[in-house]
């Protein structure tokens, strides 16, 4: 048996994560913090599942893809890694982490297919050592490991003014749950203004961080990683700037004032409602929920079924989205949430096997 001795932080390698919907900017984030971390002369390497979408930014970026279609196993994963390993690449971008666990081929396509003809539990018996082979492929990876991650909204019901209301409380990587524990950094991005905040960071260097992804930040992080044991010297970049409240971007203020005029809503009770003066200081965490809010007035006109349902999804911290122009309820529940999928063929919604969702149509 070996005896304890006195913990020091080793060199290591980056292992970051960055989530947020589609359109926030992550593809991008993750180039720019991967050119910052390996400097200048080293070698990129990108798994791309989007349809190429990573080559779109080479002209600002000198890096090699390796383009992944459909099934998305772990299987191809694992060899893309393998190979950036082998061909010596210093860093590694896998975008997006996302299409292994749910796009299709996926993980939990996989437990679906063996469901079919075993129980489940057989299924995650499966699937399960798939996961933890990717897992470990990221965190004894030689070189750094950049992965995005998409995200889904969570929602909590909060009391206000004597109703329970739906609140949104932040991101969620479209992952097996607790995948993001595993790594050193994540960053959660905002898709209005590509800001990114910290949800996760073991460097202490990112506390209250709330910017825009840049090469410095990539530089920041690699000079943390390189000052292990034998490097005592303090990191000479500068700190990120301190997190201020986001606010609204014109586009969206714009679309809060045409639903406040087509509810006929008394603009200045709503303020008063949102605890705001202007509309322009409505902070963006707050926008999804006063865009609903109008909705649901709208929808009021024509019957109170779409409101009940849709305070029961957040009651039900179900995840969903409302189809502004259709008025079609898009619920998105976790596969091994039966009891939810339970509630949902209770209500009327329909299984959609192209979008992978449930669907209440509009009346």
């Not at 994963?77 to 666990?101: F, M, P, Q, T």
């Amino acid at each position: 048996m070996g005896k304890f001795v006195k913990a020091e932080r080793k060199r290591a390698k980056a292992r970051i994560g960055l989530v947020g919907p589609a359109g926030s900017g992550k593809t991008m984030s993750a180039l720019k913090v991967a050119r910052g971390l390996v400097g200048s002369q080293g070698k990129i390497a990108v798994i791309d599942t989007e349809h190429g979408s990573a080559s779109l930014y080479s002209h600002l970026f000198e890096y090699d893809v390796l383009e992944i279609t459909s099934p998305f196993t772990v299987k191809k994963y694992l060899e893309g890694i393998k190979d950036a390993e082998w061909e010596g690449y210093d860093v590694i971008v896998i975008d997006s982490l996302s299409h292994a666990w749910s796009g299709e081929g996926g993980l939990l396509e996989q437990v679906d297919n063996i469901t079919a003809s075993k129980n489940r539990f057989t299924a995650w018996r499966h699937v399960t050592p798939l996961h933890n082979d990717l897992v470990e492929a990221m965190l004894q990876s030689p070189i750094h490991v950049i992965a995005t991650m998409r995200a889904k909204t969570e929602y909590i019901l909060v009391e206000e003014k004597g109703k329970q209301v739906p609140k949104k409380v932040g991101m969620a990587p479209v992952q097996r749950e607790g995948m993001d524990y595993e790594f050193t950094l994540v960053f959660d991005i905002d898709q209005g203004q590509h800001m990114a905040i910290t949800s996760k960071d073991r460097t202490d260097m990112f506390n209250g961080f709330c910017d825009i992804l840049s090469e410095e930040h990539g530089r920041m992080i690699r000079e943390w990683l390189e000052n292990g044991s034998d490097i005592m010297a303090s990191p000479t970049a500068q700190s990120p700037q301190s997190c201020k409240p986001l606010v609204i971007t014109p586009d969206q203020v714009e679309e809060l004032r045409k639903l406040i005029i087509e509810t006929s809503t008394d603009e200045e009770k709503f303020l008063r409602y949102l605890k705001v003066d202007r509309i322009t200081d409505l902070p963006a965490e707050r926008f999804e929920w006063a865009v609903k809010s109008l909705e649901l007035k709208k929808n009021t006109t024509t019957g109170g079924h779409q409101n009940r349902i849709i305070t029961a999804l957040a009651a039900r911290r179900i995840p969903f989205k409302v189809n502004e122009e259709t008025g079609d309820i898009h619920a998105s529940p976790s596969y091994q949430d039966s009891s939810a999928k339970a509630f949902l063929k209770e209500q009327g919604f329909k299984w959609n096997s192209s979008g992978k969702n449930w669907i209440m149509q509009a009346a």
